[in-house]
């Protein structure tokens, strides 16, 4: 049994089961700091878009905009899933699609490997009585076969345009270039950080109002009101019952957004590096958490 102790990046997975609220209708600004709760949208559009990927005889990773956009690593052969890509969507334009396929086996991809993506478009994610407002493909692609080429690994890059009512600028704006830090110290600083927020998870200390001005971005790129950010950041307090945590080891830093947001993940799984696991039952749980460094103040903050 698999749970995700829910941050930014698994927000959106609680849009399926959520409460229907009401549709905001507002005039729009920019929006420079996402630590803004007065924020006004752009137009009164509420588009969602996500990435079916089907996959079988292989792994792979897929980067949105050179953000975290989905991994499997798991131990089936083949697997279906629909990626939300609204948190990984920071403005209007164009948008990137990275993927890298990978073997399930061995060190080359099996003649067998296959993979194919449909990009979605749904009308208006607050309409959930009309399944938010109905869908629309955008565009489908299928992983060219195989046959007996010896490939290590296969890359795909393309790009898509997406309209979204909002402007996210806070990256661009205030987040160091994390990759002119010395790779040794930015390691250790990233996990200090790392250890810092694992240790108030377990004694129960971590600032709940700060959690939640981290959930102001996600609020606006899912279209939700404040009883959501309220949700989430209670689910982000607590382990789950009988869940003990287990050491920060065996991990990988990765680097998102051109160098200006940072993660630990395992190794062996590519989940984050932060995580819980019941001694008797395997459930397990993570908390993901993303980084960037303050322009300004030098400081870490929660992307």
């Not at 698999?2 to 399926?16: E, M, Q």
């Not at 499997?72 to 334009?93: A, C």
């Not at 590096?273 to 303050?294: C, D, M």
Request: glycine share 4%; aromatic share 12%.
């Amino acid at each position: 049994m698999k749970i995700i102790i829910t941050s930014l990046y698994t927000l959106i997975l609680f849009t399926a089961c959520a409460q229907k609220q009401k549709n905001i209708k507002q005039n729009q600004s920019d929006m420079s700091n996402t630590q803004n709760s007065g924020y006004t949208y752009l137009n009164t559009n509420r588009p969602g878009y996500y990435l079916q990927i089907n996959n079988q005889n292989c792994y792979y990773e897929v980067k949105i905009n050179d953000f975290n956009g989905g991994k499997y690593y798991d131990l089936f052969p083949s697997y279906s899933t629909r990626v939300p890509l609204n948190l990984r969507i920071l403005k209007s334009g164009e948008q990137t699609i990275s993927l890298k396929v990978l073997p399930y086996k061995g060190e080359t991809l099996s003649p067998k490997a296959h993979l194919e993506m449909r990009l979605i478009r749904y009308n208006d994610m607050t309409d959930l009585e009309n399944e938010y407002g109905g869908n629309t493909t955008l565009w489908t692609w299928t992983m060219p076969d195989i046959d007996d080429q010896e490939l290590p690994m296969f890359e795909y890059k393309t790009v898509f345009e997406a309209e979204v009512p909002y402007n996210i600028t806070t990256l661009d704006t205030q987040a160091q270039d994390l990759s002119k830090i010395e790779k040794e110290d930015l390691l250790n600083e990233v996990v200090n950080e790392f250890t810092k927020t694992r240790a108030s998870i377990i004694n129960h200390t971590q600032d709940i109002e700060n959690v939640k001005k981290g959930m102001i971005r996600g609020k606006i790129q899912l279209y939700k009101n404040d009883d959501f950010i309220q949700e989430v950041a209670d689910g982000m307090l607590t382990i789950g019952d009988g869940k003990e945590p287990q050491p920060i080891e065996n991990y990988e830093m990765r680097l998102y957004y051109h160098n200006k947001v940072v993660t630990l993940l395992k190794k062996d799984d590519k989940e984050p590096a932060i995580w819980f696991k019941h001694p008797e039952t395997g459930a397990r749980s993570w908390q993901p958490v993303y980084l960037y460094k303050s322009i300004k103040t030098g400081k870490w903050e929660r992307w």
